[in-house]
């Protein structure tokens, strides 16, 4: 089965509206938060309700971790994409406020207050499974002693997934024009621009999202084998291999969680499936590393992937937390909702800390989230 689409998606921040309609209104929608955000970057005002809305600490969300030259053209993509240098500025944005750098499995004593001292705390992790996770994120947090969780969604080192958003950004970046044939019906679609190539993309993603199966196949062959693009060569490329996975999990430095094995949606699931999806990978990467695995994250987790039945059924299955992708800091009142906690998404595409700054502070979440502070619902 194919994950429904790529990961954590611009498209897919629900929480600024976009997703619906063209790439057009999606773009003013994003073009309206970030007006928000210039404005309020430009003075400091915004770190007025830090006192309130910035918690107790934050848990981070990143992806990949690439070097600018290997950066996806399709902003949809680089989103999900930082440079070890912005990385490397992250790390040392936290240590000048003098954050304590905390592994997942702590996050439980610190919301109950049982770590000593008042310093707020900062989590790292990293989803999917990405190969350069091992290769830029791995050495540099090493470097700065900063613990880490990579949440491998198992069809990554496996090799079965196919990542259609990378193949198909590919696609575009060195096209100027895709023709396909999909259900009789013709695609003659424009590239030749930066705009019409991220509206080409949405296009086909769009095509892509609502097929199905084998109807998906040959979707994909008609799609990218006449410009060479083969199926399994992007994921070689892009995932950890399971010796990758081995040797990371033996440094106590890096936690290994699980994120399914399809990366599917898990609300559209049945409830056999949903257990699989829970219970299988967890003991697949159990049986690889050697230890237990103790925290999860839910694919895509947001309000429209993962609700009340998906939280039960991780917490039935004993892990001891689950992350989303709701937006805000943590509070003590998250302590009653550690399998659905949220998260601080890292923007690839503004690569500037002050951007950092007005989600730590809580600025944009309080606005996101209508004041409210304990998001888990
Ligand atoms: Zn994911």
Not at 135 to 153: G, I, M, S
Not at 262 to 275: E, K
Not at 347 to 359: A, I, K, M, P, Q
């Amino acid at each position: 089965m194919y994950p429904r689409h790529g990961c954590f998606n611009v498209y897919q921040y629900n929480s600024v509206g976009v997703l619906k309609n063209s790439p057009i209104s999606a773009y003013s929608k994003i073009d309206r938060f970030q007006r928000i955000k210039n404005i309020a970057m430009r003075s400091a005002v915004y770190r007025a309700v830090s006192p309130w809305y910035s918690g107790m600490g934050s848990i981070l969300m990143f992806h990949r971790v690439c070097p600018e030259e290997l950066k996806s053209a399709i902003k949809g993509n680089s989103v999900l994409e930082i440079t070890p240098q912005y990385l490397e500025r992250i790390v040392l944005y936290f240590r000048k406020k003098g954050y304590r750098f905390l592994p997942l499995d702590e996050v439980p004593d610190a919301l109950n207050g049982r770590l000593r001292g008042r310093h707020k705390f900062v989590v790292f992790t990293f989803d999917d499974g990405y190969r350069d996770n091992y290769l830029y994120a791995y050495p540099l947090l090493k470097k700065y002693h900063v613990p880490f969780t990579v949440y491998v969604t198992t069809s990554f080192p496996d090799q079965t997934a196919v990542p259609w958003w990378f193949m198909l950004d590919d696609l575009i970046s060195k096209s100027d024009r895709i023709c396909f044939i999909r259900d009789g019906e013709e695609f003659d679609l424009d590239c030749s621009s930066p705009y019409r190539k991220e509206e080409t993309f949405y296009t086909i993603r769009q095509r892509i999202l609502s097929a199905a199966g084998g109807s998906l196949d040959s979707l994909f062959r008609n799609l990218f084998e006449p410009h060479g693009i083969r199926l399994g060569d992007k994921m070689r490329d892009l995932a950890l291999s399971w010796d990758q996975i081995v040797e990371m999990a033996r440094d106590p430095l890096v936690t290994i969680g699980s994120h399914t094995r399809n990366h599917t949606a898990l609300n559209r699931l049945g409830m056999r499936d949903l257990v699989r999806e829970i219970v299988e990978p967890r003991e697949a990467l159990e049986a690889r590393i050697g230890l237990k695995v103790r925290h999860f994250c839910y694919p895509f987790g947001s309000k429209y992937e993962a609700g009340p039945r998906e939280f039960n059924a991780v917490r039935e299955v004993g892990f001891r937390t689950a992350t989303t992708t709701r937006l805000s800091n943590l509070f003590a009142g998250h302590r009653r909702h550690l399998l659905a906690l949220p998260r601080i998404w890292v923007d690839g595409n503004v690569e500037d800390t002050r951007d950092l700054d007005l989600l730590v502070t809580g600025f944009m979440p309080l606005l996101l989230n209508r004041f409210k502070r304990v998001v888990a619902d």
